[in-house]
């Protein structure tokens, strides 16, 4: 499906809600409807984690207006579920999560940002209807 250019820019601003480099954010318009919906967001990794650590209220209500279309998928490679085997050194934005599992401390955060109803969507629904998955 090609999208129109009003249709990239209201998604591009949506998307650019995760990229902010700091402090509170700012709501994103609200997703546009389409017959078929194309667009999906990982929340995963030190990026998800990043843009979703900084403002509690921004988050609750993002994850609340985009649950159909958010996805948890851990690339964590930490080996123990302390963050070992994994360098957050090289990464300022991330070293915070120092020591830290990545995976564990984003499904933290989605936990106590959203119901129990949205959550399940996060992790688990939003993914296998997304690939399929029976």
Wanted: with cysteine; proline share 5%.
């Amino acid at each position: 499906m090609q999208l129109s250019r009003r249709q990239f820019l209201e998604t591009s601003a949506i998307l650019a809600v995760a990229s902010r480099s700091a402090g509170a954010q700012t709501p994103a318009p609200a997703a546009p409807t389409w017959p078929s919906p194309v667009i999906d967001g990982d929340l995963s990794a030190n990026s998800g984690n990043n843009a979703l650590s900084r403002d509690a209220a921004f988050t609750a209500d993002f994850l609340r207006r985009h649950q159909d279309k958010l996805h948890f998928g851990s690339d964590c490679g930490c080996a123990d579920g302390n963050g070992s085997g994994v360098s957050q050194a090289n990464n300022p934005a991330a070293s915070r999560l120092a020591g830290k599992c990545v995976a564990r401390e984003t499904l933290g955060l989605l936990q106590r940002s959203t119901t129990p109803e949205i959550f399940r969507k996060l992790v688990w629904d939003n993914a296998h209807r997304l690939y399929r998955i029976a």
